[in-house]
């Protein structure tokens, strides 16, 4: 998170103080963000609010009864998502291990690396509601688990969601950006299965 790029508009005296002291812990720089979609700086707007609605910056609702890990997480996601997210495409590499990569605009936003198929799909979820898309696309690449992987989202039910099978061959060893190699080798084919351009196999 960049320094600026949360703004506060958040009416509870006592909630503002608590969160600006919370993000300053954390090396996150605040500004009072009253006419919030006018202020081009801010990235990102918390309030507590029902009214603020803007297309310029993310609206991140909280109340008094914030969890403050949930908070810093939710800030952290949507620091890495750009503005005006269209859509997330989530890929996931459905091998032993799973990875998964949520994009946005060929952006990570975030990604994780589990066993268990459920705790990865409450992650999808977590995403979807953190970032708020219009749509969302998950894309399995089909690997060792990718039958339980899909019934597990189907499972879900997570709505508005348009769910595809890729062909994933040789996604671990084509080449990615250098701002990609950090990842794990199954964070980096989820990351070639969202950008998969190939037609999807089902």
Excluded: F
Excluded at 166 to 183: F, H, I, Q, S
């Amino acid at each position: 998170m960049k320094e600026g790029t949360v703004g506060l508009n958040i009416d509870d005296s006592v909630l503002r103080d608590r969160i600006r002291l919370l993000l300053k812990t954390r090396g996150i720089k605040t500004v009072d963000a009253i006419e919030a979609c006018e202020e081009t700086l801010i990235h990102l707007i918390v309030t507590d609010r029902k009214d603020v609605d803007c297309e310029e910056v993310h609206v991140l609702p909280v109340g008094k009864e914030v969890d403050e890990e949930e908070l810093l997480e939710s800030i952290d996601i949507l620091g890495r998502t750009p503005k005006r997210c269209g859509e997330i495409v989530i890929g996931v590499d459905p091998g032993l291990t799973i990875g998964v990569a949520a994009l946005c605009r060929n952006s990570v936003i975030d990604v994780n690396v589990s066993n268990d198929v459920d705790q990865l799909v409450d992650w999808m979820r977590k995403i979807i509601e953190i970032v708020k898309p219009p749509s969302t696309r998950i894309r399995i690449g089909k690997g060792e688990k990718w039958k339980e992987t899909l019934d597990a989202v189907k499972r879900s039910g997570i709505s508005e969601t348009c769910i595809q099978l890729v062909d994933e061959r040789n996604t671990t060893k084509t080449p990615l950006p250098e701002k990609w190699r950090r990842y794990g080798r199954d964070v980096r084919a989820a990351i070639k299965i969202a950008l998969k351009v190939l037609q999807p196999t089902a």
